[in-house]
C-alpha cells in the first residue's frame, strides 16, 4: 500500500511567510516542498528513475535530496497548478494514468493544508502523490 505522501512547507526562497488557514501561495514565489517522511524534496525539475513497467518509456516526478523551485498558479475552484523554473508543469501522464510527469500542459491539483501544516497533493479522483520506494530520485505516483 502506498504512503499518502504528505508534504510541509519547508522554505520560501524570497521572503518569509507567516501560517495559512488555508493552502494560498504567493504568485511569483518560488517554494520548496520537504516530504515528511524522508526529509527529501519534490522535485518537479528533474525526473526519476524510469518505471520498469513501462518499458523504460515513463519516468516520473521524483524525490531529491536538493531543493528545488516550485511555483504554484491558481487553477479552477481552488485547486493549483504546479510549474517548475524551465516553466513546465506537473501534470497527470495520459498514457498510464498513475503517473505524475512533467510536461507543457498544465494539470490542476488538489492541495490541503490541515491545521498541522502538512500539505496533502491530489489528483481530481482524490489519489494522493504517493512513493513506493522511498528515497532519492525514486519517482512519484498517484
Not at 510527469?101 to 502538512?118: K, R
Request: glycine content about 10%; hydrophobic content about 35%; overall charge neutral.
Amino acid at each position: 500500500m502506498k504512503k499518502t505522501f504528505l508534504l510541509s512547507l519547508l522554505l520560501t526562497l524570497l521572503g518569509t511567510i507567516s501560517a495559512w488557514a488555508e493552502f494560498n501561495p504567493e504568485a511569483g514565489k518560488m517554494y520548496a516542498l520537504k516530504e515528511k517522511t524522508t526529509g527529501l524534496y519534490l522535485d518537479i525539475q528533474t525526473l526519476g528513475i524510469n518505471e520498469p513497467n513501462a518499458g523504460g518509456t515513463t519516468n516520473n516526478i521524483s524525490l531529491n535530496a536538493n531543493p528545488h523551485i516550485i511555483f504554484f498558479e491558481a487553477g479552477s475552484d481552488g485547486k493549483w497548478k504546479m510549474r517548475n523554473a524551465n516553466g513546465n508543469y506537473v501534470q497527470q501522464a495520459s498514457s498510464r494514468n498513475w503517473n505524475v510527469v512533467i510536461g507543457s500542459t498544465a494539470y490542476e491539483w488538489i492541495i490541503n493544508e490541515p491545521s498541522t501544516g502538512l500539505f496533502t497533493i491530489a489528483r481530481a479522483d482524490g489519489k494522493y502523490i504517493s512513493m513506493d520506494n522511498p528515497g532519492d530520485g525514486q519517482p512519484l505516483y498517484c
